[in-house]
């Protein structure tokens, strides 16, 4: 008979005091998610507030590089994606982007301004510095989910990416963030010009 080795998986030790304390601290946004063993609490709130910020600072400083990673770490987009919350994600990004495109810019509301970015091609008018085109593969689905959150209409995310794999809800993230790092700068140089 021969003996099989059977490996133990490494388990992640429990927090500590001062990591709990820090996931429950509603102003440390850099403590999202707290792990235990197998275990993984996300603090959802935290995370959607964050990137409500950063993306209110890109639209403050118009040209700034944006992209995924500096909105959330990869591991975080990893486990939202795990728990099921990636459709979640992508709508929150629309709706914020869509809020702050109203209130900044309110010639550009929804009512006021027929959007449709579907046509516009944003490596045409921005230096992307990661041109992946696996990174960007979902870059028309971006399109039409925005078109449909700045003229005011339900973006649908759910029903949209209902049959997408996590690789694919990972590609939507990066495409939506870039469409408005993209929307945001062109109201913001038109700002300017006027």
């Known amino acids: 008979m021969s003996k099989r080795k059977v490996s133990k998986r490494k388990r992640t030790p429990k927090p500590t005091a001062e990591q709990i304390a820090r996931f429950i601290d509603p102003y440390d946004e850099n403590a999202v998610v707290l792990r235990e ?3 993984v609490a996300l603090n959802l709130g935290d995370i959607l507030d964050k990137i409500r910020t950063i993306m209110e600072r890109a639209e403050m400083a118009p040209g700034t590089p944006m992209n995924l990673e500096a909105v959330l770490a990869p591991e975080t987009v990893v486990e939202l994606i795990s728990a099921g919350f990636g459709p979640g994600v992508v709508e929150h990004l629309v709706n914020v982007a869509a809020e702050i495109v109203a209130a900044r810019y309110p010639d550009f509301g929804p009512g006021v301004f027929d959007w449709d970015v579907r046509e516009l ?3 045409e008018h921005m230096h992307v510095s990661t041109p992946d085109p696996h990174r960007y593969a979902q870059l028309p689905l971006a399109k039409q989910i925005l078109t449909d959150a700045l ?6 995310v759910t029903d949209r990416t209902r049959e997408l794999d996590s ?3 990972v590609s939507l993230l990066h495409s939506v963030l870039l469409m408005y790092v993209l929307i945001v700068g062109g109201l913001a140089a038109r700002g300017r010009e006027e």
Do not use: Y
């Open 167 to 169: 690789f694919a809800i």
């Open 121 to 123: 091609d944003p490596f």
């Open 151 to 156: 003229n005011g209409r339900s973006p649908r």
């Open 37 to 39: 063993g197998d275990s």
